[in-house]
């Protein structure tokens, strides 16, 4: 049976530690496994990216496949025609498609009506393969995930939502710093609430989202697709902006992290993006380890 990968509670916790072994092995070069040798995958990309199109297209050459880049001019998906015809005409051309697109249902959809495995690379509400990068960055910095605080401060977003999923498989304490408007989906938070794994914090007070904080995480307060919403988002989200006044309040050691694309200056300062504590850029190369990890894992490796 096929596997796909749309969000972080597709795998088990052994699984998400399998993927993060491998990772560590492929990173280190222990092993280069070829899963994708003589096989090729499609790239379906809606949205602007640099970081998941980029490590996509060269993990899959790593791997020893081919990927294809499609945008929306192609293939207008769901538009021209309907998504299981699309999906099952590429699952007869490709191996297994990567897609960003705007509709988490659309994903859904696409992977129900395919034969081949389909991994989500961001919709307005998912970026799983993000906080596995995360995770693995986290792992590599502090040794590992249980037991720590992390706080994410700002728009309760796609991110965010990923972060809520991700406490569902470790034990952690998430703290959500956020406005009453601009919190995650309620559906996602109130399941991680339920399955009670880790402990959720959902606050309006930055400082109080911050303190002794081993990890503070930040993203763009507008994501792709609400650029209309940015000065209102702006106004809610200023006093979550991750600047060295804020970062006084959390660990000595902590790490700063942000999936990037940044607004400097707004979400964050220069001053903490560049700072000692920041892991930003560590964390934008472990899309790539990670990403083949996933992709290996769901062609079985
Ligand atoms: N973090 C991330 O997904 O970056 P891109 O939007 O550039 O892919
Ligand atoms: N929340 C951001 C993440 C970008 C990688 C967005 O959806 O635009």
């Not at 988002?233 to 000595?252: G, I, P, R």
Request: charged share 30%; aromatic share 8%.
């Amino acid at each position: 049976m096929k596997r796909d990968f749309l969000a972080i509670t597709d795998f088990s916790t052994e699984e998400m530690n399998q993927v993060f072994k491998l990772a560590f092995d492929m990173k280190n070069k222990k092993i280069e496994p070829k899963p994708l040798e003589d096989k090729v995958v499609a790239c379906i990309f809606h949205k602007p990216s640099l970081r998941t199109r980029v490590s996509f297209e060269v993990g899959i050459a790593q791997l020893g496949g081919r990927s294809l880049y499609i945008t929306e001019k192609e293939i207008e998906l769901g538009k021209r025609e309907s998504i299981h015809d699309a999906a099952k005409v590429l699952s007869r051309y490709v191996d297994m498609i990567v897609i960003r697109t705007f509709s988490h249902k659309g994903v859904e959809d696409l992977a129900k009506y395919a034969d081949v495995p389909v991994v989500n690379g961001l919709t307005d509400l998912l970026h799983p393969c993000q906080v596995m990068g995360d995770l693995f960055s986290i792992i590599e910095k502090k040794g590992g995930i249980e037991n720590l605080i992390i706080s994410y401060l700002g728009d309760g977003n796609n991110v965010c939502n990923s972060w809520l999923n991700a406490s569902t498989r470790f034990s952690f304490e998430l703290r959500i710093g956020t406005a009453s408007v601009t919190e995650p989906d309620k559906k996602i938070f109130e399941n991680a609430k339920r399955v009670d794994l880790s402990k959720i914090v959902l606050t309006y007070d930055p400082e109080e989202a911050v303190k002794d904080a081993d990890v503070v995480y930040t993203d763009v307060w507008a994501s792709m697709g609400q650029k209309n919403l940015v000065l209102q988002k702006e106004k809610l989200l200023k006093d979550f902006q991750v600047n060295k006044k804020l970062l006084s309040f959390a660990k000595k050691d902590c790490v700063v992290m942000h999936c990037l694309p940044a607004e400097r200056g707004k979400e964050i300062t220069d001053e903490v993006m560049d700072g000692p504590n920041s892991v930003i850029f560590d964390q934008a190369e472990n899309r790539l380890h990670i990403q083949k990890a996933i992709m290996a894992k769901l062609l079985g490796s």
